[in-house]
């Protein structure tokens, strides 16, 4: 019988719990990128524009992945982004505690919006990044999404927490 490390029993409940969290988390994500991405689109004019404090918004596209890297190379960025978010959707089905499902829903929910910009806007450049601050590239919430889930997976591992379940023989 598969145990956790605090040495219950994996329930499916549990799992099913965690799934459920981190599909909410990604469904989230996922719904405020693309909004966010549509009024920004169809509200602010070209140039760049000042919000608050450091953060801006100008209105960009990148057919690459983080940090513009393959640039120019859409088909490459659109199947490694999709390798990527399917080992992580994988990840979140197997979610137990709470904590790693709303990582793996933070960057499941990155990578789904993000895929969806280079399906959607293949013709116009890709991704729609229209976030800046000084000294940053461009991004948008799906990239908000991933770098905080990205740093949430990294403190749980530093803390040595369970970040998903032991079922499949693992």
Known sequence: ???LR??????PALTARGSGIA???AGAVV????LSKAWVLRHVSPGPHHLF???????GHNSGVAFSLIAGHSALAFCLSLVLTVAVAVCATRAVPVSPAVVFGLLLGGGVSNEVDRVA???TGGVVDFLTLPHWPTFNVADAAITAGVL??????ALRRQVFSRAGGS
């Open 6 to 11: 605090q040495g219950r029993a994996r329930s």
């Open 53 to 59: 404090g450091p953060l801006g918004v100008e209105v």
């Open 31 to 34: 719904a405020v990128d693309q």
């Open 121 to 123: 806007r293949a013709g």
């Open 152 to 157: 949430g997976l990294v403190v749980l591992l």
């Open 1 to 3: 019988m598969h145990r």
């Open 23 to 25: 599909l909410a988390v």
